[in-house]
């Protein structure tokens, strides 16, 4: 299973913390979005690549050329705006 | 001591910085304090709430000090960053470092925040006259952070 | 609130923290304190006495903070020096600038340390085991006041 | 009268915190460096130019250039080491 979180406005627009999905055909961060988009409504909008999505792979920033194994943990946020 | 802390409660800035300042080989201190402001792009904010990825941030700053650590000779460092609800005066964050020499010190403390500013995974969500309303990047944050990139 | 103070008591960085951050327009404190280490160029140092040219040095950070404050725009800027007689970990200096913003206020805040001591007419003299001596000016400090110059 | 003021090392060195100077016959600190020089000793030592020897005329740095008028203060110092 892959861990997938969402963080704040993602978050609230897809209205939902995160979620365990089948690894079953994901080779990369790239096909995880795409699974996920294809969801349409606010799953569309969100991942259409129109807003800004920042992605993190077992906490570490990545790009959707990561390739995804069984037990990663992925996470999709807005751009961060701490401090 | 522990380089980082996240926490929901206000931080004592006094305490760290004597903290800092109790070794006699330090010869130069830099804070940077980062603190709620009430008003924001014209807006007057009441409240604001701070979320973070819990375990990402943590790794996140700890490689970036870590990073500053083997860059400049430093004598102390902490980070201390505010999540949960806030209020305009509240300090946010505060990086405090200690070195031998200023020029070190300025240039890790100011490397700590562009990073942690662009790269750690906080997001500020304010509550205005209009509503809740999340905060934008700025613009400025990743240029700032670019500088440091070789 | 002056700007710029020149004593031979002890300061209080808290309260001066304090003050600069009650507006609430303000974002960011940078504070720079400087102070006294036990060991200089090798040497174990057990006092060290300051002196300055009373009048030329008030005016020399004035005109210092009224440049930084030309040059960007700061809520806030505070500078206290120490003179007279010194013990380890005391604190020397301290330069605390507030700014909506962190760049300006890190920028002011260096700008002013780098000043005062490249331009800022104030000398150390060290007690050592092997006497008393003046000490030599840094190489370094004229070479990071030349960064300023326009 | 010009008012002269030594510091820190140049005081030590000179023996010397401060004098009034008569100005008849000097246009100029160069001038005044000269008149203190020929003085032999310690001032000629701090004045021949091989220590490094800061000058401010009415508490402005200055260059040896400067012109000099009565009533001026000028100090001698070396350079600072505050902060």
Same mark, same amino acid.
């Given at each position: 299973?892959?861990?997938?979180?969402?963080?704040?406005?993602? $978050?609230?627009?897809?209205?939902?913390?995160?979620?365990?999905?089948?690894?079953?055909?994901?080779?990369?961060?790239?096909?995880?979005?795409?699974?996920?988009?294809?969801?349409?409504?606010?799953?569309?909008?969100?991942?259409?690549?129109?807003?800004?999505?920042?992605?993190?792979?077992?906490?570490?920033?990545?790009?959707?050329?990561?390739?995804? $194994?069984?037990?990663?943990?992925?996470?999709?946020?807005?751009?961060?705006?701490?401090? | 001591?522990?380089?980082?802390?996240?926490?929901?409660?206000?931080?004592?800035? /006094?305490?760290?910085?004597?903290?800092?300042?109790?070794?006699?080989?330090?010869?130069?201190?830099?804070?940077?304090? +980062?603190?709620?402001?009430?008003?924001?792009?014209?807006?007057?904010?009441?409240?604001?709430?701070?979320?973070?990825? &819990?375990?990402?941030?943590?790794?996140?700053? /700890?490689?970036?000090?870590?990073?500053?650590?083997?860059?400049?000779?430093?004598?102390?460092?902490?980070?201390?960053?505010?999540?949960?609800?806030?209020?305009?005066?509240? &300090?946010?964050?505060?990086?405090?470092?200690?070195?031998?020499?200023?020029?070190?010190?300025?240039?890790?403390? /100011?490397?700590?925040?562009?990073?942690?500013?662009?790269?750690? &995974?906080?997001?500020?969500?304010?509550?205005?006259?209009?509503?809740?309303?999340?905060?934008?990047?700025?613009? +400025?944050?990743? /240029?700032?952070?670019?500088?440091?990139?070789?």
């Amino acid at each position: 299973m892959i861990e997938v979180l969402y963080f704040a406005r993602l $978050r609230e627009q897809l209205d939902c913390p995160g979620e365990g999905i089948d690894p079953a055909g994901l080779q990369s961060v790239a096909d995880l979005i795409g699974r996920l988009r294809v969801r349409g409504g606010a799953w569309e909008e969100v991942f259409a690549g129109d807003q800004p999505v920042l992605v993190a792979v077992n906490q570490e920033m990545a790009d959707p050329a990561r390739a995804l $194994r069984d037990g990663d943990e992925v996470a999709f946020f807005p751009p961060v705006t701490g401090g | 001591m522990h380089d980082i802390t996240i926490q929901t409660e206000a931080f004592d800035i /006094e305490a760290v910085q004597r903290e800092l300042r109790a070794d006699p080989a330090v010869g130069a201190v830099v804070s940077f304090i +980062g603190q709620m402001r009430d008003i924001n792009e014209g807006d007057r904010v009441s409240t604001m709430t701070l979320e973070h990825y &819990p375990g990402m941030t943590e790794k996140a700053l /700890e490689r970036i000090v870590e990073e500053a650590r083997q860059r400049w000779d430093l004598l102390g460092v902490r980070v201390i960053h505010r999540v949960g609800p806030l209020t305009p005066l509240d &300090p946010i964050v505060l990086v405090a470092v200690a070195s031998g020499h200023r020029g070190e010190a300025f240039q890790a403390c /100011e490397f700590i925040i562009d990073y942690l500013k662009s790269r750690a &995974p906080f997001w500020k969500k304010e509550r205005t006259a209009g509503g809740d309303r999340w905060v934008d990047a700025r613009h +400025g944050d990743s /240029e700032a952070e670019a500088r440091w990139k070789r």
